[in-house]
């Protein structure tokens, strides 16, 4: 059983202060912002829904497949996937053993699992119970970054 899109949208904004959402680019993009006193504020999570010119990795045209991306403290990162792998050319996606089209299995980011960031095709609900602490620490580090910015 998947979870529901709209589901985590409620989650999201149910659970954490100062997010301003924005539906751009083919995705719901999560900013934290606060009284939005910034233009946009920091990237939390975003959830997309289709291939982008740079993004085709998780063949997100399929009939009904999204994901859900998030930027984890590095520590975090190191701990469920070893060392960040190298940035990936224009276009392509980050080398290593992850099939990043496999539904319902929390991967690095295809492109940007270099900055830390990770991804997870059509959660199930007990998945997305599971990476809950994981998006709480990605909203920490959402802040830390903002209150650097400020």
């Known amino acids: 059983m998947t979870l529901d899109i709209n589901a985590v949208d409620s989650w999201i904004m149910s659970t954490f202060d100062g ?12 900013f934290y912002n606060p009284g939005s006193r910034a233009a946009r504020g920091t990237y939390f999570l975003t959830i997309k829904e ?3 010119a740079n993004d085709r990795a998780s063949n997100l045209d399929r009939p009904g497949v999204w994901r859900i991306n998030f930027g984890l403290p590095r520590p975090d990162f190191v701990r469920l996937f070893g060392r960040q792998p190298a940035r990936p050319g224009k276009g ?7 099939d990043f089209t496999t539904l319902d299995l929390l991967t690095p980011h295809p492109v940007y699992g270099w900055m830390g960031w990770v991804s997870i095709l059509n959660p199930s609900p007990e998945s997305f119970d599971g990476i809950k602490p994981l998006i709480g620490a990605a909203y920490g580090k959402a802040r830390e970054n903002f209150a650097k910015r400020k």
């Not at 997010?19 to 999560?30: A, D, F, H, K, L």
């Not at 392509?92 to 992850?98: D, K, R, S, T, V």
């Open 19 to 30: 997010i301003v959402p924005i539906n751009s680019w083919g995705e719901r993009s999560y």
């Open 50 to 52: 289709k291939d982008g």
């Open 92 to 98: 392509q996606a980050i080398e290593g053993p992850w």
